[in-house]
């Protein structure tokens, strides 16, 4: 078994709407039928027993080994504790070549898993052990590593669940929700929205403590020192007034550093020089007696709280304090990072400093029930435990808390606070604020030690969106054979004659606001991730090809509306394993199969391939074609839905038979008043998908009446020049279907004698080649031949004579010529053209090409 190659699809896609690995794999002979290796599947489930049934049933096809690496790969992530359930295995027109496709949670791990499923079957079919205890535990640990952490998968499971998109921006935890202009970030329990300035003034401790005491918010008292003999002298002050002290770094966090109820002049000593490992300046501060509190506060309100205790063993009269915690930490709870509710205890220099001042060491044996205490602050990230006192906050206390996090200036703030009880104020126990904390962790309150977790996530992605926003912007998607650049341009200029900024993706580039900010095909997932992640983009509309779908799935998750223009005899056949127009079909259905129930998708009525994909929509749909009796649109409409249709001379608006509107093709320069009939199609597709967005008529009327095809609103689409007084038209139509358009649109102008420039792309299949000059030869008097810059992957005449191949027979070609490049194959023509004349030139380098054309027309004036 060979796997040939490994693709990630990162979006919806052919399979499904997964993330998911994609692998083409070879197999011998021998390997497509399992049953032909002797006691492979036993010693298989030998070293993976946890392996799921293959077999579903007696009819099911001979399991291959393909088939074998789908169910391994797949039961390998389950194990490791991934959240995977879909796989899938298709055997290809290739003999011996199959797809796998394996869902995955997180792309390393998704990868990884399929490395270990190649040597697991591998050892198997050579009855070698293979440590399935490694595979999973390397798999675990790198899922742990590369996955959101607790407190940010809070939030992103809240936004899942409310409908708004995200997408993670590195490894770590910077994440976007929503799109364009509607977007927010988080990177952990920190938003777009936390000040800057805000966080600097959390991490100031004193200058926090200052605003909190004018805010009138209780905070201890105490002083900001730089050496230990300034640290001595306060504690000895505080010390008069029967106070221990707290001793803690001025800039730190997570409690580190933190040494409390410091009471002589050697722990002042020892606990100073602990600090100032985290930061030359040092509070000294006094100790508030009470617990530990945590609140959390969210825009102006109280979340959640918990108390936190400090980590600690309670001796059973046999074991150590060391056993004692060894024992703690095999608590699958406990990690030994974010990812798990509550954190290894260590026993680390603080810890062995905390038993010295209750005169233990690790070695010492606790009496039965006594509570040793192995640090003095309570963080759970250095082994402390939570319990949710959400609902016993005293408002009095909530209150304090909400203000300290105002005065700092915080949206999501962790409010520490030392006190003996949350149902009393803290005037009336003498408690206090002792630290303000920007990006707190939220483990404490998703789960807690004891008590029940609270809703933070639900309450952060509320703080960022409010009911009834979900951070989307209009998105429309764009596929067929035909049409596409052309529909995707006509609705932006509808959508932007609305006022909102969009940008849009197209084989020639992305736009922000017409303006292009990337070149080349950009009718790719990565190019729609771009205009999703654009600051400046209140809707946006998306060149779909069949490639990128293939490669990668789609850049987004949902379309409000999915625009199929036509499919014909389809385009690339014969590549990425879609040999048929159905097949064709179904890749370019995933953006219909991902419209959401309140969406729509525009389909072609006339194109029986797009017809069809109407079953696959979760949405509306609305069909248009250019007759109004076809049968499709005619079911369509007594069923009380939309359509669009050509009727005379005007297009009809309809739901059911009520017909809202007409409008004149005379008023759409881009149909030459209703002669192009692809570009009618084209404005029908657009016009539905703007009326699906729910612009008003008015303005729909006023953006068709505006756009023309010309070089800047639709280069290389049916753009007209005149030379030496004939017509001349440059398209970039490369397929048979729409060789058929242009010939006849042409045949709707008038001219003495027609020419047509004509080159071929080198990767499609002889016959589609054949085809286009075939439909030429019928249509225009002189044919001129040229090969284009990039042959792909042909070598140097092949497609000419595949061109010329398709001339033989021809009824109206009775000149041919061959030209070696496309610029010298203009020059041919043009210096043919007389008065009265047409040509048609299918340009390749559409920009280089419109630019030559564009001089040689300007000059000619």
């Not at 407190?151 to 921006?169: D, F, K, M, W």
């Not at 029908?684 to 010309?710: H, P, R, T, Y």
């Not at 004349?837 to 419109?850: K, P, R």
């Amino acid at each position: 078994m060979e796997v040939q190659r490994i693709r990630a699809l990162r979006g919806p896609n052919l399979w499904s709407r997964h993330t998911a690995i994609e692998a083409i794999v070879y197999c011998e002979e021998q390997e497509q039928v399992i049953d032909n290796l002797a006691e492979f599947e036993i010693q298989l489930r030998t070293l993976f027993p946890q392996l799921r049934l293959m077999r579903v049933n007696q009819m099911d096809e001979p399991i291959s080994m393909a088939l074998v690496l789908e169910h391994v790969v797949l039961g390998l992530q389950a194990q490791a504790g991934c959240p995977v359930t879909f796989s899938r295995t298709v055997k290809t027109k290739e003999l011996g070549v199959y797809q796998v496709v394996v869902e995955y949670s997180e792309e390393s791990v998704g990868r990884m898993a399929f490395n270990f499923g190649l040597e697991l079957i591998q050892a198997a079919v050579n009855k070698l052990p293979f440590d399935l205890d490694a595979a999973l535990k390397a798999l675990s640990a790198v899922d742990e590593d590369v996955r959101l952490g607790p407190s940010t998968g809070s939030i992103v499971q809240s936004a899942v669940e409310r409908n708004i998109p995200y997408r993670r921006l590195t490894q770590g935890s910077l994440v976007q929700f929503g799109w364009g202009s509607k977007q927010k970030r988080i990177q952990a329990a920190e938003t777009s929205q936390t000040s800057a300035i805000a966080e600097a003034i959390a991490q100031d401790k004193e200058l926090t403590k200052d605003l909190l005491h004018a805010a009138g918010v209780a905070v201890p008292m105490g002083k900001v020192v730089d050496n230990v003999e300034d640290a001595i002298q306060v504690a000895n002050e505080l010390g008069k007034l029967g106070n221990t002290v707290v001793i803690k770094p001025r800039d730190g966090n997570q409690g580190k550093g933190v040494a409390v109820n410091i009471q002589s002049e050697s722990q002042v000593r020892d606990a100073f020089e602990v600090a100032q490992h985290y930061g030359s300046k040092i509070i000294v501060e006094r100790y508030m007696p009470g617990q530990d509190f945590r609140m959390l506060v969210v825009g102006d309100k109280l979340i959640a709280a918990a108390r936190r205790d400090p980590p600690h063993v309670n001796g059973d009269g046999v074991s150590t304090i060391k056993q004692l915690v060894d024992t703690l930490n095999l608590d699958p709870l406990r990690g030994d990072g974010h990812a798990t509710p509550l954190t290894k205890i260590r026993l680390d220099d603080i810890a062995i400093a905390t038993l010295a001042k209750q005169n233990y060491t690790v070695d010492s044996i606790p009496r039965v029930g006594e509570r040793i205490v192995l640090r003095n602050n309570a963080n759970l990230s250095t082994g402390g435990t939570a319990t949710d006192v959400t609902e016993d906050v005293h408002p009095d206390l909530a209150a304090s808390a909400v203000t300290a996090a105002k005065m700092v200036g915080l949206d999501i703030c962790g409010v520490d606070v030392v006190c003996e009880a949350v149902y009393k104020s803290l005037e009336e126990q003498g408690g206090g604020v002792v630290e303000v904390n920007a990006a707190p962790g939220l483990r404490m309150h998703l789960n807690p030690s004891y008590g029940k977790a609270q809703p933070v996530g639900e309450a952060i992605v509320s703080l960022m969106f409010p009911p009834g926003e979900n951070g989307r912007i209009p998105t429309v998607a764009v596929s067929g054979t035909n049409g596409k650049t052309t529909t995707v341009r006509l609705i932006t200029h509808l959508i932007r004659g609305t006022g909102k900024r969009v940008g849009f993706t197209s084989t020639d580039g992305i736009y922000i606001e017409n303006e292009r900010v990337d070149t080349g095909d950009c009718s790719g997932p990565k190019s729609a991730r771009n205009i999703l992640m654009h600051p400046e983009v209140d809707a946006a509309v998306f060149e779909t090809a069949r490639g990128g779908i293939l490669r990668e799935g789609l850049g987004f998750d949902l379309c409000d509306v999915a625009v199929i223009t036509n499919l014909g005899e389809g385009d690339h056949l014969g590549m990425g394993y879609i040999d048929t127009v159905d097949e064709l079909a179904l890749v370019k259905s995933v953006i219909v199969r991902n419209v959401p129930p309140t969406g729509m998708a525009v389909l072609n009525a006339t194109d029986p391939a797009v017809a069809k994909m109407a079953k696959s929509c979760r949405g509306d749909v609305t069909f248009f074609g250019l007759n109004g009796h076809h049968p499709i649109i005619s079911s369509h409409r007594a069923q009380g839905k939309r359509a669009i249709f050509r009727h005379q001379d005007n297009l009809h608006v309809v739901i059911g038979n009520q017909v809202l509107r007409k409008i004149s093709l005379a008023n759409i320069p881009l149909t030459e008043a209703g002669k192009i009939g692809f570009q009618v199609e084209n404005v029908m597709a657009s016009v539905a998908a703007a009326w699906a967005l729910n612009i008003s008529w008015e303005l729909i009327e006023k953006g068709l009446s505006s756009f023309v095809s010309d070089v800047e609103t639709a280069p290389g689409r049916f753009n007209l020049f005149t030379f030496n007084g004939a017509t001349v038209i440059a398209d970039y139509g490369h397929n048979p279907d729409a060789i058929r358009a242009l010939v006849e649109a042409t045949n709707s102008i008038s001219a003495k004698r027609r020419f047509v420039v004509i080159s071929g792309a080198g990767d499609r299949r002889d016959d589609d080649i054949r085809s286009q000059t075939k439909i030429l030869g019928e249509a225009f008097d002189s044919v001129i031949l040229y090969e284009d810059q990039c042959q792909r992957g042909r070598a140097d005449g092949e497609v000419i004579a595949l061109l010329r191949e398709g001339l033989v027979g021809a009824t109206k070609t009775k000149s041919i010529a061959e030209i070696r490049g496309e610029f010298l194959a203009i020059d041919t023509a043009l210096n043919q053209l007389q008065p009265d004349d047409l040509c048609l030139i299918l340009i390749d380098q559409v920009e280089e090409s419109l630019q030559y054309l564009g001089e040689l027309t300007q000059k000619n004036h």
